[in-house]
Every structure is written in structure tokens, then in C-alpha cells.
């Protein structure tokens, strides 16, 4: 299986948007919708940011989004604060108990 | 809020086997509804999800390093275990173990990592 693909950075000014993108296969991103997306920031440990697909667990600001399209994923983060500067991940289940992981994006605020 | 350690030697030398353990708190393994990750990160790099270990002893790996993975648990002292077989160099990265609810595909609770060095 092979990672699934992010754009190494991606930045924006405070208050604007910046959006995430997550390309995988039919196996993995396009086959379920149990898409999750981490952030990470630097020496710590990865943080659960939004969960099948669109989903946000208590905690998570709304301005924390996700959506998909066919085998592409994406994470937009409306009203860039300093604080969502760190790394993105996402994830996708691959079937059979096994799940992959993207590339990662670095987010920086302008 | 349940929480996760990792533990186990930081350098192993190559073709030894690397040996983590994670404790968990404020939650008991036993009581069943979630699998019990491990999760590596190589320096500077993306996650790589290895596998998992239900209650119950079912365990499901990574097909890229299932013939050299085991994860085991023990209920008795809420931990459960990593052991890689035959390390390399490609094998140093930052352990994590996670959890994840059994009926979720997501890892919502993460231990703090700890740096494994595959070095002689």
C-alpha cells in the first residue's frame, strides 16, 4: 500500500482559509468514508482533528472542516489562527484492519 | 480521560528486536470496545499505522510489516506490547501507541511517542 498523497505545505494569513488536500485510491479513500485527519505540532503527539470524513470530536473548533470527493479528501481550516500552525495528517481506512496514512502538510501562518 | 505510555529501550541494534510496551490509565483494556495501535513516525516523515490488538488477544498488522510484527496484551497489568523482529536502520522512528474505539476507524487517543535509534 502507498501513503496517500499531500502537498508538502500549504499557508495563509490570519484569518483567511487554507485547505488540505488527501489523494488516495478506490482501496482506501474513495472505497470508505472513514477518512480522519491529525495535527500534529512539532515534538508532540499527533491530535485527532476530524474523523469519518466530516466529523469533529468534542473540542475541535468548527473551524476545523472536512469533506471528500471520489478518491480525494480534503481538510480546510477557516480563520487561520497562530495556533493551527503544525503538520497535517490524514488517514483512511484500507479495508481488512489495515489503514494507511498521507504524506503530510505543513501549515504555515503568514 | 484515558491515558498511554510508551516504555522500552531507546537504541537497539541492528537485526536485534526492538521491544515497547504501553501502559494504559484511567481505562481498563479488559473491559473490551477498543483496539490498542501502534503507530511509527521516521524522522521528519509521515505516520505508518503497524497494527493492532483487541482484548481478546485478535491482532491485525500492517501487510508491509506483518512477518516481522507481534503485538501482544496483558489484561492483567493494562499494557500491551510491541516487538519487531530483525531491525535496520529504516526501522528508527518514534513509537506511538494509540487507541481506537472497535467500532471507529480513527485513532483518538495517543500516547507521547518515544524515539526507538536502530543503531550499533
Known amino acids: 500500500q502507498s501513503a496517500l498523497t499531500q502537498p508538502p505545505s500549504a499557508s495563509g494569513s490570519p484569518g483567511q482559509s487554507v485547505t488540505i488536500s488527501c489523494t488516495g485510491t478506490?482501496?482506501?479513500?474513495?472505497?470508505?468514508?472513514?477518512v480522519s485527519w491529525y495535527q500534529q505540532h512539532p515534538g508532540k503527539a499527533p491530535k485527532l482533528m476530524i474523523y469519518?470524513?466530516?466529523r469533529r470530536p468534542s473540542g475541535v473548533p468548527d473551524r476545523f472542516s472536512g469533506s471528500k470527493s471520489g478518491n480525494t479528501a480534503s481538510l480546510t481550516v477557516s480563520g487561520l489562527q497562530a495556533e493551527d500552525e503544525a503538520d497535517y495528517y490524514c488517514?483512511?481506512?484500507?479495508?481488512?484492519?489495515?489503514?494507511?496514512f498521507g504524506t503530510g502538510t505543513k501549515v504555515t501562518v503568514l | 480521560q484515558v491515558q498511554l505510555q510508551e516504555s522500552g529501550p531507546g537504541l537497539v541494534k541492528p537485526s536485534q528486536t526492538l521491544s515497547l510496551t504501553c501502559t494504559v490509565s484511567?481505562?481498563?483494556?479488559?473491559?473490551?470496545?477498543?483496539?490498542w495501535s501502534w503507530i511509527r513516525q521516521h524522522p521528519g516523515k509521515g505516520l505508518e499505522w503497524i497494527g493492532y490488538?483487541?482484548?481478546?488477544?485478535?491482532?491485525y498488522y500492517n501487510p508491509s510489516l506483518k512477518s516481522r510484527v507481534t503485538i501482544s496484551v496483558d489484561t492483567s497489568k493494562n499494557q500491551f506490547s510491541l516487538k519487531l523482529s530483525s531491525v535496520t536502520a529504516a526501522d528508527t522512528a518514534v513509537y506511538y501507541c494509540?487507541?481506537?474505539?472497535?467500532?471507529?476507524?480513527?485513532?483518538?487517543?495517543w500516547g507521547q511517542g518515544t524515539l526507538v535509534t536502530v543503531s550499533s
Open positions: 484511567g481505562g481498563s483494556i479488559s473491559s473490551g470496545g477498543y483496539y
Open positions: 490488538i483487541y482484548y481478546s488477544g485478535s491482532t
Open positions: 494509540a487507541r481506537a474505539r472497535a467500532v471507529a476507524k480513527y485513532f483518538q487517543h
Open positions: 469519518d470524513v466530516s
Open positions: 488517514s483512511s481506512y484500507a479495508g481488512s484492519n489495515n489503514y494507511v
Open positions: 478506490s482501496s482506501d479513500v474513495g472505497g470508505y468514508n472513514y
